[in-house]
Nanobody, 127 residues
């Protein structure tokens, strides 16, 4: 079955940038929509961005629109999240997850739709 591994997290100053990467193995990523999620201590897990299986459609929540960009490479089997203009409210543990979606329908920002999850990576924004 599909396995996902995140990388790229770390410590960054406010206003800085990070790029997270989600690497897939075990199955063909082109059949899956992929989302990025985050959870800060004491808060609920939050879907923030997703991309459909072909890469032709993506969706962001309002708080990251214009700052975060999701992209994918189905040959390399990776999905990246380019994060810019980071602020302290972006500090969280970030996860990628995949949803079987072979017909290339629009992705959904709904946690329950995703069945394969990575282990996560920590992002800390601090001065």
């Amino acid at each position: 079955q599909l396995q996902l591994v995140e990388s790229g997290g770390g410590l960054v100053q406010p206003g800085g940038s990070l790029r997270l990467s989600c690497a897939a193995s075990g199955s063909t990523l082109a059949g899956y929509a992929v989302g990025w999620f985050r959870q800060a201590p004491g808060k609920e897990r939050e879907a923030i961005s997703c991309i459909n299986s072909s890469g032709g459609q993506s969706k962001n929540i309002d708080s990251v629109e214009g700052r975060f960009t999701i992209s994918r490479d189905n040959i390399k089997m990776t999905v990246d999240l380019q994060m810019t203009n980071l602020n302290v409210d972006d500090s969280a543990f970030y996860y990628c997850a995949a949803q079987w979606s072979p017909l290339r329908y629009d992705c959904k920002l709904r946690i329950s739709e995703y069945t394969s999850w990575g282990q996560g990576t920590q992002v800390t924004v601090s001065s």
